[in-house]
């Protein structure tokens, strides 16, 4: 004789205490929720909605700057740190978490061109228009001391730009030439030059730490190894490219900010053609920094807005802009992957998040599951229409809309054009020329 017995056990459905949530039996079996995909859509709408309702990125604006912050550096070693360079030759050191200026020095005659923070973070180096190195304490004078620098080097010509090695007490500066420098030695160690007239930018590559590239005037990328005595190759394009960043995860893998309004990501062993164009921007693109992950990079532009990009993706999945910020020229993001600082023209600098909807502070663990299960449900219904919509609309100001609509129409134009004339002419003698092709005139190794 078989006898079925209710068999309950007191622990999975009793409180441990009253302040506990009631425990609730679930059966999970897909036969008895015939309605959990449209549940699990409604809920990822309205997550998608809330997500915009919530996107609130502009946090705080650091002034005290009496011209337009011309270049600014992250502190190595803290994260509440940050130093700022601007047109008059000032420097100022800042403390994010309390917003405010914690010292400043007038470092330079003309502008300061660049600055970066020694790999140990116990000092810095600035250059300027004034053709000097010079390098500074972290740590601001004592009562009564002056405010001297450390070391002072000067150069023959106008530096414009500066970078630090990873490990090792050397730096690079460039400006007729890229030049090497020990930091005890008023010499460079080697020179580089490659028949061009000037360089805008120099970077160390965080990963392969003996490696560097510079952007030059004659429209041209170049790159260089610390043990060799020549430059390796370089890669010309059809226009100047501004500055460039190294991903730090990726070890062979650049990004370049271009005149022409685009961001290009190479691979540094198949400069034929880049590997991901990045559009969105309506001016020159200025700046562009990476994030610590590597997943994604921050840009800087002319056209007076901040946008942020998937590493792997062609449009930006954000923007940023403000009626009073003027033409963005520096760009960092922070080291530990949660705001963005932009310095523009009109002498402030701005803090961002950069997850526009992301709370800040302690999350209890509800809120954390809620988040991560939110996440998980806009993931999985991205593409659907309405989700789609919502999560990539943006407000843009009225002249960026119109020239964005403006480019739009012209690059149909184009298209168009190239067509017409693929289809009036013999087949096979007009090529199909992708829109990675394009941009790349020629390497030369």
Sequence with gaps: MKVKVL??????????????????PRNYDPSL???????????????????RVFAKPFLASLDGHRDGVNCMAKHTKSLSTLLSGSCDGEVKMWNLTKHECVRTLQAHEGFVRGMVVRYCGTSFFTVGDDKTIKQWKMEAPGYGEAEEPLNTILGKTVFTGLDHHQKEAVFATCGQQVDIWDEQRSSPIRSFTWGVDSFSSVRFNPV?????????????????????????KKVIMTMRSNTLCWNPMEAYHFTCANEDYNLYTYDMRNLDRPFMVHMDHVSAVLDVDYSPTGREFVSASFDKTIRIFQNDGGHSREVYHTKRMQHVICVKW???N???LSGSDEMNIR?????????????????????????????????????????????LPKNIYHQTKELRIMKEARKRKERNVRKHSRPGTVSVVSEKEKHVVTVVK
Excluded at 224 to 232: F, G, H, I, N, Q
Aim: with cysteine.
């Design 33 to 51: 929720h015939p309605f959990e995909v449209s549940r699990e859509y409604t809920r990822a709408l309205n997550a998608t909605k809330l997500e």
């Design 334 to 336: 922070s080291a530990d």
């Design 208 to 232: 392969e730490t003996e490696l560097l590239a510079s952007c030059a005037s004659d429209r041209s990328i170049v790159l260089y190894d610390m043990r060799e005595s020549a430059p390796l």
């Design 338 to 340: 949660k705001y963005i």
């Design 351 to 395: 803090l961002w998040k950069a997850n526009a909807a992301e709370k800040l502070g302690v999350l209890a663990p509800r809120e954390k599951q809620a988040i991560n299960y939110n996440q998980k449900l806009k993931e999985k219904f991205q593409h659907h229409p309405q989700v789609r919509r919502i999560a990539h609309h943006r407000h």
């Design 7 to 24: 068999s309950r056990n007191p622990d999975d459905y009793v409180r441990e205490t009253k302040l506990d949530i009631q425990r609730v």
